[in-house]
């Protein structure tokens, strides 16, 4: 491989200092260190410290408060760099190479956009509404199905952006444009698929996917998206299952066996909540199983439970922290709604410990344990959900043959006047 000149800013994977300011990257490991038992397999290690992604997270998420929402561009790209440089395929960091000011200049770019679009748009639909129909609602409904393309348009854009400001070994990766042809293809296929019931999922997810792959370089290598979208239907058994169980409790209840029926139908739901995680995890492996890039196949094994597992148990433990400050603020905003009636009834002892504060101190206190809730939930959920779903995923991840990778070239650096804007304002596939 042959990269280019280093850009501007960039992050060093060895922990050198980022901008802004300095943070601590996960340690860098020589690949000279870790032979892989194939010597033209590329084994993807993840690697880092829960410790240290917590204080990271809750640093630029209390700075993000501080800065009433401004500073959270820069908390996304610190954050970004951090898990771009633990995920190592065949001990190579990748690097995240974004700049928090071209986003927060392309989210005020997307809102006075969005604004004068939807503003527009909306006055003539609330015009056509009232003179046709003489009522609001269609041109509520009318306006909702036409935002409904700026979404996807969003979500390719940022996708587009976040691979354009992605390297790995020095090589950037790229999408070519083509945000509003994803946009009418995802509208259509997703009424396909309604219309269906959602027998065509498999449909809409391949060629979605396809579409983006196809579209997709490392360098100067475009990837392809192999295999048939039929091949995607085994990845739905929990949910054809669930319907069958359903279909049962249905008859049971029909034939008035109402708390058979009832308890069957749980059931299913059970089993069509865990037939969903399945197919996002078993489609992705066979879609990235199935992707070429220069001769370069891709090998991914992750485990649709042990995905379950580590949301379920990570909002378990997340919301078991957040119990604590949740249940103060409780405690003080009953304090100060019921002081008058527990003064009234004798029982100033209860309000004692509060009462020398002051009304507004206690409120301050409230809304400093309000915002330390979110802080605590967002750090955390990084922790025990982020940090252990992208382990368990690349950690399953080969790339093979190695080899095949050393003529790949570098490619010209695409420029994005709006960066995330609109993904961000539509608040649409703009996280890490």
């Known amino acids: 491989m042959r990269p280019d000149a280093p850009e501007p800013k960039q992050t060093s994977p060895n922990g050198q200092e980022s901008a802004p300011g300095r943070d601590v990257w996960p340690r860098a490991v020589s690949p000279e260190t870790t032979p892989s038992p194939d010597a033209d397999t ?6 880092g410290t829960r410790t240290t992604l917590f204080w990271l997270a ?3 998420g209390f700075l993000t408060v501080l800065t009433l929402g401004f500073y959270r561009f820069w908390m996304r790209t610190r954050l970004r760099r951090w898990y771009w440089s633990a995920i190592r395929p065949g001990g190579y960091p990748l690097e995240y190479v974004g700049d928090p000011m071209e986003k927060l200049l392309g989210f005020l770019f997307a809102v006075v956009v969005l604004a004068f679009y939807i503003g527009i748009v909306n006055l003539i639909l609330m015009f056509a509404s009232f003179s046709l129909f003489q009522d609001n609602f269609a041109a509520y409904a009318t306006s909702l199905v036409g ?18 400001r992605t390297r790995w070994r020095g090589l950037r990766f790229g999408l070519e444009p083509g945000a509003w042809g994803y946009a009418w293809r995802a509208v259509l296929h997703w009424t396909v698929t309604l219309l269906s019931l ?7 997810t391949f060629w979605l996917e396809k579409y983006k792959t196809d579209r997709t370089f490392f360098g100067t290598a475009r990837m392809e998206q192999g295999g048939k979208w039929t091949m995607l239907y085994p990845a739905m058994k929990p949910m054809f299952l669930a319907l069958g169980i359903a279909l049962v409790g249905g008859g049971a209840i029909f034939a008035e066996n109402i708390p058979l029926g009832a308890g069957i139908c749980v059931f299913a739901t059970f089993i069509g909540l865990y037939g969903l ?10 879609l990235t199983e199935t992707k070429r890039i220069n001769c370069v196949s891709f090998t991914l094994s992750p485990s649709a439970f042990r995905v379950l597992m580590i949301y379920v148990l990570g909002t378990l433990l997340a919301s078991a922290a957040v119990f604590i400050p949740f249940m103060v603020l409780g405690f003080l905003l009953l304090l100060i709604q019921s002081a008058d009636i527990l003064t009234e009834m004798g029982l100033e002892d209860v309000i004692a410990p509060v009462a020398g504060l002051g009304r507004y101190v206690i409120i301050g206190l409230s809304v400093m344990i309000y915002f330390t809730i979110f802080l605590l939930w967002s750090a955390l959920t990084n922790v025990f ?9 690349f950690s399953t991840l080969t790339l093979a043959p190695a ?3 050393s003529d790949i070239r570098q490619r010209p650096r695409d420029e994005f006047a709006e960066a995330e ?5 539509l608040d649409v596939g703009a996280s890490l």
């Open 42 to 47: 590329l084994r993807t290690e993840v690697v």
């Open 58 to 60: 809750l640093k630029t």
């Open 147 to 164: 935002v409904i393309p700026l979404w996807f348009f969003a979500q390719y854009r940022a996708r587009r952006y976040i691979l354009a």
């Open 198 to 204: 959602g027998l065509l999922l498999p449909r809409m």
């Open 277 to 286: 995680f399945y197919y996002r995890v078993e489609s992705l492996r066979r």
């Open 385 to 393: 959900i982020t940090l252990p779903v992208i382990r368990h995923y």
């Open 403 to 405: 080899s095949a990778t």
């Open 421 to 425: 804007g609109f993904a961000d304002a």
